[in-house]
């Protein structure tokens, strides 16, 4: 299987398999796109997070929504995740200013520290992003209210598991320098 057709069934097409339910295919969209912000996030560049990571989880988003039956395009899932923001609050944007200002404290270095913060974020919007589709596809709405309780225990459960990744990069940086000396 060349790298075109992995991409196409693990990303960009993976509401059409049947070999998996689709919990596990919402599951595999929010690992990948956590892992994927948390590796952007190790970029030193100070502030660029916000500009970058919004818009990958907004392709995310927008996948699971595609998996749960709701067609949504990019930018609709890029207001939609505004949207969100707005109703979680102002948090968001004061985690994204600390993870700045960290990178500009550490001069950089701070980058994998940001990990288990960024894969808490990104958990969080896939956790209701998948919610408020299934919501959607049986004609419901969540209220702001569950979609803040949704949001606080995933960010929480996020953070440990953005934790456990930290501790597994940290350990494999450790092993290639001893390898190599």
């Not at 919990?23 to 948390?38: D, G, L, N, P, Y």
């Not at 923001?85 to 980058?111: D, E, N, P, S």
Request: hydrophobic content about 40%; glycine content about 10%; aromatic content about 8%.
């Amino acid at each position: 299987m060349n790298i075109g057709d992995k991409i196409k069934k693990e990303i960009t097409g993976i509401e059409h398999r049947t070999d998996i339910t689709g919990e596990q295919k919402v599951s595999r969209i929010t690992h990948i796109a956590c892992a994927t912000c948390a590796g952007v996030a190790i970029q030193p560049i100070p502030f660029a997070d916000i500009f970058v990571l919004t818009p990958i989880q907004a392709y995310f988003a927008s996948r699971i929504a595609a998996i749960r039956g709701v067609p949504v395009s990019e930018s609709d899932a890029t207001d939609w995740i505004k949207e969100i923001i707005g109703i979680v609050g102002m948090g968001i944007v004061a985690q994204q200013i600390a993870i700045g200002i960290w990178k500009m404290v550490t001069f950089g270095l701070g980058g994998v520290l940001t990990i288990p913060l960024v894969y808490g974020l990104t958990y969080a919007v896939m956790k209701v992003s998948d919610a408020y589709f299934s919501a959607k596809a049986r004609n419901e709405k969540l209220s702001d209210a569950q979609i803040k309780n949704i949001w606080k225990g995933a960010f929480g459960e996020g953070k440990k598991m953005g934790s456990a990744e930290e501790k597994n990069i940290k350990s494999q940086k450790s092993e290639s320098k001893n390898g190599r000396q």
